[in-house]
């Protein structure tokens, strides 16, 4: 952008106020505050470089490009009006040493792991056993075998007749009478004394 000045008359400039130079990568930018001018036309402003006399043009804060790295410069700023008068130079500028600005990581948010939900073993109930009830065994009334009556065989004739002596007799004549059935063979009477000698 170019200082356009109502024109008044002709006049050299007077010298820029150096600002602050401040360093790039392979470059300076360099503040300045103009000239005051009495006169008519226009002025451009050039920042020269010390050492290497690399130029920029330009209002301030004018660029100045082509530096070296590592090395140390100093700027002084001169105004020149369209009609080829130049101002005196300014005052040198603090000195800056153009570098590669560091490389900066980029900023990595920490990693937040999920929140995982602690793991609840589901709730499994005891396992109660059916209640079983008692088997109570039937009430089986006891078995009562028939009364069978005892097989009496036929008796047949009962005969009787003397089977011994009698207890005490000292002869034959008192005897003990003894009664048999005639087919079983089983007794069915006696036991009694009797004869003519019993007494």
């Known amino acids: 952008m170019l200082l356009i000045v109502t024109p008044t008359g002709g006049g ?9 130079a401040t360093a790039g990568n392979g470059s300076a930018t360099v503040a300045f505050t103009a000239s005051s001018y009495i006169g008519k036309g226009t002025i451009t402003y050039t920042a020269t470089s010390s050492p290497g006399g690399l130029t920029g043009t330009g209002t301030s804060p004018i660029t100045v490009s082509g530096l070296s790295n590592g090395t140390s410069y100093t700027f002084t700023v001169v105004g ?23 490389v900066v990581p980029p900023v990595v948010p920490p990693v937040t792991p999920p929140v995982v939900a602690p793991v609840v073993p589901p709730v499994v109930p005891p396992v109660v056993p059916p209640v079983v009830p008692p088997v109570v065994p039937p009430v089986v009334p006891p078995v009562t075998p028939p009364v069978t009556p005892p097989v009496v065989p036929p008796c047949g004739a009962c005969n009787c007749g003397p089977v011994g002596r009698c207890p005490g007799s000292a002869s034959g004549g008192c005897w003990t009478v003894g009664c048999f059935c005639s087919i079983s063979g089983a007794s069915c009477g006696g036991g009694y004394c009797d004869g003519p000698a019993c007494t």
């Open 80 to 102: 020149t009006t369209n009609y080829g008068v130049s101002s005196n130079a300014s005052a040198a500028s603090n000195s800056v040493t153009p570098a590669v600005p560091p």
């Open 12 to 20: 050299k400039p007077t010298a820029p106020t150096i600002g602050t």
